[in-house]
Every structure is written in C-alpha cells, then in structure tokens.
C-alpha cells in the first residue's frame, strides 16, 4: 500500500492563520500534514537522503558541497572549513554550517530521477500546497517554490539575516520543520526572528511537522545546535516565488 507523501491536514483553520500571518508578517501552522504523511517524509530525510555540506565562512561566498565531495575531504581541510567558520562568527559577520540536500538542483541534473526527492519538490510546487500558502499569506501571485532539505546537527547554526532577495521572486520564506517529536528547548534549532536592537522577538521550536510562514526580507537566525544534542533537525526549506 503507498503511503501519503503530502497529505494536508483537513482541519486546518486557514482564516485564523490568515489573520496571524496578517497580523504578524509570520505564522507558525502546527501539524500542517496528516501524521501518517509527516511520518514518511521524515523517514525520507532520515534514511533516504545523501547528506552535502553547506557552509559560509570568510571566504565571502556560499559553499555547497555534495557528499562525496564532502567525503573527499581530508581531516586537515575539514578543520580548515571549520576554522573559516567559526572566524566568520566570532567577527560578527554571516555564517552559516548544516547538512543539505539541493532539492532543485538534483531534480534538474536527474541525480534520482523519479526518486523521492523529486516527488517531494513536485508535491511543494503542486497546487494543494500552494494554494494554502497563497490563501494564508494573501498572495495569490506565488506560483513556485524552490525547495532544500536540510539537517542541522551537533555545532550547525545560520546567523542572522534578512533573505533580501526580492528581485529574485523571494517573497515568503518557508521552514517545514520535520524534528524529533521529543526535540528538547536545550537542544538549539530554533528559528529566531530578532529587532534592531538584537532582541529575540519570537522564536519558533523546530516542531515536528509544523510549517512556518514569513515575509522577507525579516531578520532571523537558526540557533547554535549544541554538542550535545542526540537528535538531528531535519526540514525542508526554501521560498514560494513569483517569477
């Protein structure tokens, strides 16, 4: 028997979203899928998925490695990575480190055609889903999505940021946090939104299955995943567009 891959939930009380979203810029809509749905794309990111690198360190340029790339890597250009890394943040400047998956760009160099990544990329761009969006939102220009799945781990974060990409058709930021459903406050991987001064403002735990929804450009930040945390923050994240 096939299971759902992207089953919205029936229940969904779209206006109240609407209304937060109206409100607020940003909306967190918890248990946005059917369980039996949410359960099998989490088991698609936790056993089905190879694993890249992604990172922004001194070098002043986004870094996206794909796994066997990262593999090839030596111990001593891991450290170096690293140290680029951590440099970068301790300057105050945007840094960035979490395991990825390039959902779009696998789709279009056939890396699994017909595989489940490509489903899942073609549910997000489907119109169920995004007419949701576009009904939460009041944006009825989206017309496509560009989708990653990622993996934050032990010292994976993404410092703050705006997402100030407007003449690319950015217009609302998406995180569908698919986590432990246990995932502990002490374990980090919260999506933060922050004001000028740097106060935290809101912050969202990675919730599994839930859908967080915000304008950009906004300032927000993913927090430092400590060491010890024994779980991975699995999601998948991008932005619905309109050209």
């Not at 105050?92 to 055609?113: D, E, I």
Request: aromatic share 12%.
């Amino acid at each position: 028997m096939t299971r759902p891959l992207f089953s919205l939930n029936p229940d969904l009380d779209r206006a109240a979203f609407a209304a937060e979203f109206a409100r607020n810029s940003r909306v967190q809509i918890r248990d946005v899928l059917t369980k039996e749905a949410a359960e099998t794309l989490r088991g698609i990111l936790e056993r089905q998925t190879q694993w890249g690198f992604a990172y922004y360190g001194t070098g002043g340029t986004p870094v996206m490695l794909r796994r066997q790339e990262l593999l090839a890597k030596t111990n001593e250009e891991r450290r170096e990575i690293a140290a680029s890394i951590h440099a970068a943040a301790a300057a105050s400047a945007y840094a960035v480190r979490f395991n990825q998956y390039p959902l779009v760009a696998a789709y279009l160099g056939s890396w699994a055609p017909g595989g489940p990544h490509d489903l899942v990329l073609e549910h997000i761009n489907d119109q169920p889903f995004l007419d949701l969006v576009r009904a939460v939102t009041a944006i009825p220009e989206l017309i496509k999505a560009d989708a990653q799945a990622t993996l934050y781990g032990p010292g994976d974060f993404l410092s703050l940021h705006t997402d100030s990409h407007v003449r690319e058709g950015w217009r609302v930021a998406y995180v569908l946090n698919l986590a432990n459903p246990d995932w502990s406050p002490d374990w980090g991987g919260y999506l933060n939104f922050l004001d000028e001064d740097g106060d935290i403002v809101a912050g969202w735990k990675p919730r599994f299955n839930a859908l967080n929804l915000f304008l950009v450009p906004q300032r927000h930040s993913v927090s430092y995943v400590p060491p010890f945390a024994p779980a991975g923050r699995f999601a998948l994240t991008g932005w619905f567009r309109d050209c």
